[in-house]
Nanobody
Framework: QVQLVESGGGLVQAGGSLRLSCAAS????????MGWYRQAPGKQRVWVAS???????NYRDSVKGRFTISRDNAKKTLYLQMNSLKPEDTAVYYC?????????WGQGTQVTVSS
């Protein structure tokens, strides 16, 4: 059984920063791909960033240069450093891990960016 718990969300002014964390428990592997997604009010959940087991990263265009995804395999924790936040980054942020062809999701953490 894999469980993911996000933390680090909150209210921040435009231009500010937040760091999200996603702590995993269970029998995950350091080779599992992990990612961050977000869902704004009234919109579908979308992919934000991902990182492979070998730490190759990818980002959606709107966050490139502002967000950094990273992982600490010893701590089984995924991070998302978010800088230069914009009001359009407001959403619930979810982490996901793909483990043996099964996707596991966290419960989400709210990020609100005020203008």
């Amino acid at each position: 059984q894999v469980q993911l718990v996000e933390s680090g969300g909150g209210l921040v002014q435009a231009g500010g920063s937040l760091r999200l964390s996603c702590a995993a428990s269970g029998s995950i592997s350091s080779s599992d791909a992990m990612g961050w997604y977000r869902q704004a009010p009234g919109k579908q959940r979308v992919w934000v960033a991902s990182i492979t087991g070998s730490s190759n990263t990818n980002y959606r265009d709107s966050v490139k240069g502002r967000f950094t995804i990273s992982r600490d395999n010893a701590k089984k924790t995924l991070y998302l450093q978010m800088n230069s936040l914009k009001p359009e980054d407001t959403a619930v942020y979810y982490c996901k891990i793909s483990h043996f062809w099964t996707d596991y999701w966290g419960q989400g953490t709210q990020v609100t960016v005020s203008s």
